[in-house]
């Protein structure tokens, strides 16, 4: 079974500095794709970013960006120039066609961005 | 706003106890997802239904069952309720069958058990 492990329960920035989190993954699928969702206090479960692996080119979407390890199955989030909105917890998921589960997320990162 | 609507917001009842949870995905959407989210745990996969059928099941207990219905709404009914059934339950919504792309979350709702 896939298995999705964030390794960071916890983790501080200072506004606008960077911060990695971390996520690897376990599978034995070639294709799948790879999601960071983003749980703010509100508790609303928004997408971040996306990533598909038979891509080679690591995903980005404003300040946030993926560094997309196939062969380490590793696929961290990097978020630029932090910002107090970015305060929440932080979730990747894994979805492979051969799974029986849709989405396979990790235990979560709680990011706090701090003034 | 995500388009998904979930009713009630909170609910609190007693153990041995049956409720039901609505949600109506987005417009267009003909995949739904439960979702169970305990205290400081991620998200644990329920069921799937896309297009009134169940398409996937995840670690949900027998005392818990879903549908959907003709108009796409779902509804997830828990019954005989534990302490331990208290969590926030998620649903969400996608276009296709499987979430190889976004899939779009309710509000949640918020379950406590006493």
């Known amino acids: 079974a896939q298995t999705v492990t964030q390794s960071q329960p916890e983790m501080s920035v200072q506004e606008a500095e960077t911060v990695t989190l971390s996520c690897t993954y376990d599978?034995?699928?070639?294709?799948?794709?790879l999601f960071w969702y983003k749980q703010p206090p509100s508790r609303q479960m928004i997408l971040v970013i996306r990533?598909?692996?038979?891509?080679?080119q690591n995903a980005t979407e404003n300040r946030f960006s993926v560094n997309f390890q196939k062969a380490a199955k590793s696929f961290s989030l990097k978020i630029s120039d932090s910002q107090l909105g970015d305060t929440a917890m932080y979730f990747c998921?894994?979805?492979?066609?051969?799974?029986?589960?849709?989405?396979?997320f990790g235990k979560g990162t709680r990011l706090s961005v701090i003034a | 706003d995500s388009g998904v609507t979930q009713t009630p917001k909170h609910l609190i009842t007693a153990t041995g106890q049956r409720v039901t949870l609505r949600c109506s995905p987005r417009?267009?959407?003909?995949?739904v997802y439960w979702y169970q989210q305990s205290l400081d745990q991620g998200l644990q996969f329920l069921i799937q239904y896309y297009n009134g059928e169940e398409r996937a099941k995840g670690n949900i207990l027998e005392r818990f069952s879903a549908q959907q219905f003709p108009d796409l709404h779902s509804e997830l009914n828990l019954s005989s309720l534990e302490l331990g059934d208290s969590a926030l339950y998620f649903c969400?919504?996608?276009?296709?069958?499987?979430?190889?792309?976004?899939?779009?979350f309710g509000p949640g709702t918020r379950l406590t058990v006493t």
């Open positions: 417009s267009g959407d003909l995949s």
């Open positions: 998921a894994f979805f492979s066609y051969s799974g029986n589960t849709p989405l396979v």
């Open positions: 969400a919504s996608s276009i296709a069958g499987v979430p190889t792309n976004e899939q779009y």
């Open positions: 599978t034995s699928e070639s294709n799948y794709y």
């Open positions: 990533q598909e692996a038979y891509k080679q």
